[in-house]
């Protein structure tokens, strides 16, 4: 069972950080200063980007039960 947990914790990280990036940056900041300001005011939210959102939040919520079942495994052995 741990080890399940690890693995997933590792998947789930690195996946986490692959949709992170994905986004669009949305005001000044690193990604105003690279170019990605200008285009982030022309367009709208679209169906990818809402769908980007949904899928990073169910990654997220799936790294936290991961990182919370580790923990409670390491606590009680």
């Known amino acids: 069972m741990e080890l399940a ?3 997933g914790l590792i998947a789930t990280s690195v996946l986490l950080i692959l949709l992170v990036l994905l986004h669009r ?3 000044g ?4 200063l690279f170019g990605g300001g200008m285009q982030s005011s022309l367009s709208g939210s679209s169906v990818v980007e809402k769908n980007l959102d949904r899928a990073t939040l169910v990654v997220g919520i799936i790294w936290l039960i991961c990182i919370i079942g580790l923990g409670l495994l390491i606590k009680i052995a």
């Open 25 to 27: 940056g949305r005001g």
């Open 5 to 7: 947990l690890q693995i």
């Open 29 to 32: 900041g690193l990604s105003s």
